[in-house]
């Protein structure tokens, strides 16, 4: 693939947040791809604000800045610096039900409200009545609101519009966000006051990569929703009696003109295999940052053998901020939560899949970007090619896929035809499938070799 000759719309480096569309008083808007594009006319003001286009400071002196003088600290190279690390999921109420997994997320919010330490909660919510924008950033300031913001969206979201609320409502928040935009807001934090002020606690997901709006308009089209026609969608549905990583889809919207409501297991899917990357958006293969770095407190999928089986979930939890970790303590003590702890290992272990391609193999696409003499970020990893043929070849493949899954189904939508699309994303799949069987074939060589 000639990248040169892609759409630059498909090859930004900007992370998309909205923070810089806040701080520059600029617009950001859902362009054809379904990717969120800011308008930036004043490029020098990126440095200091925008991720990937800071080389001022880093994850490292930011992480440093917030937790390394903090008492009984931890520090990890992978998984960044912690004061207790567990695996386990929420047992009052219904927050685990209602979750993706195991509900800490929802649970903490709660925790922070009635403790009078927040006023309110920015999460992502449904929207309502936008069939073209699912779901937003929204603020939070009741119990019940916060538990309808349950749940992972698999769905690109902004931040310009809650962050301009903030700074026209005094008042504490706490908010959650991937690595990137967590991140971009502590570097806001730096060069607007009155939002580092006022967000008290920054929560983090672990994120493998972010999706454009198509991924759910592609799943929903394989059940028989048109792009246009679906009015909800519930990325994780919990199906009880299977594995927590074999999880469904619902979706609401109207086929032919009539309300329907559908569940598909996700292995009946295509697009589900997520080291794939169909519909990934670029910037995210551009972050270092695997384990949210500078979040207060990072939650995860427990990936994890003695907990994948339950089909309820469980999560991983990294806790670096002392309000929190005294929180969670006193709850485990009361039995308001079922964790159990654990070390670096088993939280790294969780998602050593998306931490090698996120970090270990970003050498290779920086020096892809290098050779072809195409501006790129400064990470904290150099640009190198020292990776196994196959690995390049599986990081080549997966840029394919995801580049021209946006491409593929943009035509497919015009010409009204979901086949079109399968059909020309099929042999891109099958092309990736084959290295892995290869792979695959080559340890099983290898571990009887050594066997005799």
Known sequence: MDIKKIDNRLKSYNEASGVISYYNNSKIKLNEYGEYEEKIDNTTILNGISPNYTDITNED?????????????????????????????????NYRKNASSGGVGTWIFKELFERNLIDGVIHVKQTSGDVDKLFSYQISKSIEEIQDGAKTKYYPVELSEVLEIVRNTPGRYAIIGIPSFIYALRLLSKKDAIIGERIKYMIGLICGHQKSSTFADFMGWQLGFKPGNMTYINFRKKLPGRRSSDYGIEVHGYIDGKYTEKISPTSELLGQDWGQGWFRVFASDYTDDVFNETADLVLGDAWLPGYTDDSDGNNVVIVRNEA??????????????????????????????????????????????????????????????????????????????????????????????????????????????????RSLLKRVIGKLKRMF
């Open 61 to 93: 002196e930011i992480s440093k800045e917030l937790y390394g003088n903090l008492d009984d600290i931890f520090y990890d190279k992978r998984i960044g610096y912690y004061k207790s690390l567990y695996v386990g999921h929420v047992a009052e109420g």
């Open 324 to 437: 929190i970790d005294e929180i969670i303590k006193e709850s485990l003590k009361n039995g308001n939560l079922n964790f159990d702890d654990t070390d670096a290992d088993t939280i790294f272990k969780s998602q050593s899949s998306g931490y090698r391609h996120l970090y270990q193999e970003l050498p290779y696409r920086l020096y892809k970007r290098d050779k072809e003499e195409i501006k790129r970020p400064k990470k904290r990893v150099e640009a190198s090619d020292d990776i196994q043929p196959k690995r390049r070849k599986i990081q080549d493949i997966r840029e394919n896929i995801s580049i021209n899954s946006h491409i593929y189904f943009k035509e497919a939508v015009e010409k009204e035809d979901l086949q079109y699309f399968i059909d020309k994303m099929m042999p891109l799949s099958k092309k990736y499938q084959q290295l892995y069987k």
